[in-house]
Each structure stands twice: as structure tokens, then as C-alpha cells.
């Protein structure tokens, strides 16, 4: 779509400057993103690098070929001649006053005993965050019909404003370029070389705009962070009850429970405040005996509608019967 926004109207004006990827980029990727094989072909007792087509003899296959130096990973069919494979990508930079994501599609292809083309690198999507929390995404548009390619990005296509959905951000790179340029908001907020497992584009978005999340990540609350992923409006909604269990030092072997025991209170008009409800001495008997209370009153709930349905249709019935005695 057209940029409508002055942030997306910016964005779109610095995107096409951004400097292409350098050799040493290139090579990095290349060279974390793939496996590197290695076959042994029967008839001439070698064994073949397939990344540089080296062969040689050995009794045992090494760790490395001697050629290329590359961790070699041995491959189990011995007769393939053509190698593809394909990855996504990323690198971290800054720009004028955005942090940017790009993420690089590799297409790569390999035919033993030629010479190949080590790779070939599209930028399928950008990620644009300023420092206090905007966020422009560009993407190539997608196919209609995906399952039939590797990827579901037109990479024929040009870079466009997209709307922040599911449909353009769900990919995942495999491997992260190491050497990153941060903003110094995001270094402020605790970034620093590692996301922690986390997908990269999430994290950014998060520590720029949650400062729960902020928190979490400073504390290296692993436990919670990656309930935060999964359901961020759940920790909002509990996160005093939260900073009184971290106090607290309270532990539970599921903290998931912890949250449904705080919703079965809330439920029955507790206070979620009090520690002598949050906090019982054995959680499990607590979770355990609220359950059972909220099933007999749904049980006694379900059975008091259903005698009213069934007091309804009697006296539908007695109604009919009278009319039809009158008539």
C-alpha cells in the first residue's frame, strides 16, 4: 500500500540509501545459515566437500575439509550431484534515527563438479522502529499460491508498506548477523548482543514499548518472558500480584496454574491483593478445592437453567392444552 502516515512517508524516502550487504556479510551467512556436506563416493574411495568440490582420501572422514576449512557434515546419499537448500537471514542496523531489521531470503544451489553460484540474497522485509515505540514494516508482496515455493514472499516484486499482521510478520531468521548497530534507547533498555531465544523483531518491539517487558528482561525472568510471548495482556493485568510474588519469593512448579488460580479468585470476588489468598501454603490444594468449588456452582448453575427450561416448556404445553380444551 501507499505510505499515508508522516513516519511511514520517512520511512519509505530512506529505505532505497540503505547500503547493500558486504562481502563479509555475505560469507557469514553463508557459512552459518547452511550445513556443509560432505559425500563419499564408492567408486573412487574420495570424499567430496560439496560446498568447493574438493576430494581426497581418507580412512576416516575429518572434522574439516582441507581445502575450504569448512565443518563438514556427512551427507547419506552418496549419488546426489544437486544440492538445494534456502534460509532466512537478518542483520541489525541503525539508520538516521531508526533501528532497522532487514531480513534476507538465500536461495542456494550447488552442482558437484561445476562452478555454482555460492548464493543468491533477497531482502523480502525491513522493520523500522524509532525510539519511542513507532514501527513501519516493508515487505515484498506475497504469493497466492505459496505451498509451491520455498518462500511465500514475489521475489520479483519491490518493497512495499505493509499493515503489521500475521501475514508479514511471522518470519523467523535463522541466524542473526553478530555484529549489531543498536540504538542507544535499546542498549538503555537492556539489549545487548543476545535475544535470548527469542525472535529478534519481537524483542525490539517489546523493550521499546513495554516497560513490563523491560523489567522482565533486565531481570533475566526467563519464566516469564516467554509467557509474555505467549500472553502479554495476562501479565499486565496480574503484574501486581507479580512484583509481590518475585518479593515474596513465592515458587510454584507452573506459573500458568498460578494465573488460573488468580482468575478462580477473581471469580468469586476475592481480593487478589491479599497475600493471604495469593500466597496459600499448599498451592496445589488450593488450586485444587477452588476448582472443584467453581464446578459444583457451574454443576448447580447448569442444573437450575435446566429446570427453568424445563418448567417453561411444561407450562407451554399447559397453555396449548388449555387452548385446545377452550377451542
Not at 42 to 58: A, L, N, P
Not at 268 to 275: A, L, R, T, V
Amino acid at each position: 500500500m501507499k505510505p499515508k502516515t508522516k513516519l511511514q512517508k520517512r520511512v519509505y524516502e530512506l529505505y532505497k540509501n540503505l547500503p547493500d550487504l558486504t562481502q563479509h556479510q555475505k560469507e557469514w551467512a553463508l557459512e552459518h545459515c547452511f550445513k556443509h556436506l560432505c559425500i563419499f563416493h564408492k567408486t573412487t574411495k574420495e570424499y567430496i566437500c560439496v560446498d568447493c568440490g574438493h576430494r581426497w582420501k581418507y580412512d576416516d572422514l575429518s572434522g574439516n575439509c582441507p581445502h575450504c576449512n569448512s565443518v563438514l557434515t556427512f551427507h547419506d546419499k552418496p549419488r546426489q550431484r544437486v544440492f538445494k537448500d534456502w534460509n532466512y537471514y537478518s542483520i541489525i542496523q541503525t539508520y538516521q534515527e531508526f533501528t532497522v531489521i532487514r531480513i534476507f531470503y538465500i536461495d542456494k544451489y550447488i552442482k558437484l563438479g561445476q562452478v555454482h553460484n555460492p548464493g543468491d540474497f533477497y531482502e523480502i522485509s525491513q522493520y523500522w522502529f524509532s525510539d519511542n515505540g513507532g514501527q513501519v514494516i516493508l515487505a515484498k508482496n506475497k504469493l497466492m499460491f505459496s505451498f509451491y515455493t520455498s518462500t511465500p514472499f514475489n521475489l520479483r516484486s519491490e518493497l512495499n508498506v505493509k499493515q503489521p499482521y500475521r501475514d508479514y510478520d511471522y518470519i523467523s531468521p535463522y541466524q542473526v548477523y553478530p555484529k549489531m548497530q543498536l540504538s542507544k534507547t535499546l542498549k538503555r533498555n537492556g539489549l545487548k548482543k543476545s535475544f535470548k531465544g527469542f525472535r529478534e523483531v519481537d524483542v525490539i518491539r517489546f523493550l521499546l514499548n513495554e516497560p513490563i517487558y523491560e523489567t522482565l528482561w533486565k531481570q533475566n525472568d526467563m519464566l516469564l518472558l516467554k509467557r509474555f510471548h505467549r500472553d502479554a495482556d495476562r501479565i499486565k493485568k496480574y503484574w501486581k500480584q507479580i512484583l509481590k510474588f518475585k518479593k515474596r519469593d513465592y515458587s510454584v512448579k507452573n506459573i500458568g496454574l498460578w494465573f488460573d488460580y488468580l482468575d478462580l479468585l477473581s471469580y468469586f470476588g476475592k481480593d487478589i491483593n491479599n497475600p493471604h489468598y495469593i500466597f496459600p501454603t499448599d498451592f496445589t490444594a488450593a488450586h485444587d478445592s477452588i476448582v472443584k468449588k467453581k464446578r459444583k456452582k457451574q454443576e448447580r448453575e447448569w442444573e437450575e437453567a435446566r429446570q427453568k427450561r424445563e418448567l417453561e416448556r411444561l407450562n407451554r404445553l399447559q397453555e396449548k392444552a388449555q387452548e385446545f380444551i377452550k377451542a
